[in-house]
């Protein structure tokens, strides 16, 4: 079993729709991290959190430490938000990584 | 502009073959991370760096090898030894440990 499980794999919505995916984890960890991948391969860091609740922008973040999950919602949702959404949960020097959700946004 | 660049962005190489994949900072980052991603899998670590000429191997060191002579640069050589070396291939760095990861943009390593 993965340390870090991530759902949905495949995620297909209409634009403007309210988008959850989640990510649970069976390790203690230092903090929690939400990547971006895009088609093209590059990864940029959306949040990085160790307790309660992050926005930016459109993005949400919020982690429960006790349930060993997180969430990340994005609001009004658009195609340009169409990537693969990486979770990952760092363990002091460690870091272990969700095999990712894609995110399909058509207009 | 500071960032993280990876070169070049598609390689091939026959099978036997060595082949180095470049990573350069000029973030003044001390840790450098290398990281294999195969599909529908989540990115595996091969080696890291947290600090100049000290690396430490990740889950899948076998059949890698790693230098970091400069804070800046932390190249990964694919070897022969390397069963499946056709992957994704992401650089990251980070002012230290605990901090956002910052990524390369990858190269594409095939092998014929």
């Known amino acids: 079993k993965n340390e870090v499980e991530q759902s949905p794999q495949n995620l297909t919505a209409q634009e403007g729709e309210f988008i959850t995916i989640n990510c649970s984890y069976s390790?203690?960890?230092?903090?929690l991290h939400w990547l971006q991948q895009h088609p093209g391969g590059g990864i940029v860091s959306l949040f990085m959190?160790?307790?309660g609740k992050k926005k930016h922008g459109r993005l949400i973040a919020t982690i429960n430490i006790q349930e060993k999950h997180s969430s990340l919602h994005i609001t009004a949702s658009h195609p340009r938000d169409s990537a693969v959404y990486i979770c990952?949960?760092?363990?002091?020097?460690?870091?272990?990584f969700g095999a990712g959700t894609r995110l399909t946004v058509k207009p | 502009d500071g960032g993280i660049t990876q070169s070049p962005k598609y390689l091939f190489r026959k099978e036997g073959q060595n082949v180095t994949l470049s990573c350069e900072q000029n973030?003044?980052?001390?840790?450098m991370y290398w990281y294999r991603q195969d599909p529908g899998q989540g990115l595996r670590l091969i080696y890291y760096?947290?600090?100049?000429?000290?690396?430490q191997k990740g889950d899948i060191a076998e059949g890698y090898s790693v230098s970091r002579e400069k804070k800046e640069s932390f190249p990964l050589t694919v070897t022969s030894a390397q069963k499946n070396p056709t992957a994704f291939y992401l650089c990251?760095?980070?002012?230290?440990?605990?901090?956002?990861?910052?990524f390369g943009p990858g190269t594409r390593l095939t092998v014929l």
């Open positions: 990251a760095s980070t002012r230290t440990s605990g901090n956002e990861q910052f």
């Open positions: 390790v203690g960890i230092s903090a």
């Open positions: 959190l160790s307790s």
């Open positions: 990952a949960v760092e363990m002091g020097n460690d870091m272990r």
């Open positions: 973030l003044n980052h001390d840790a």
């Open positions: 760096s947290q600090i100049v000429n000290d690396f």
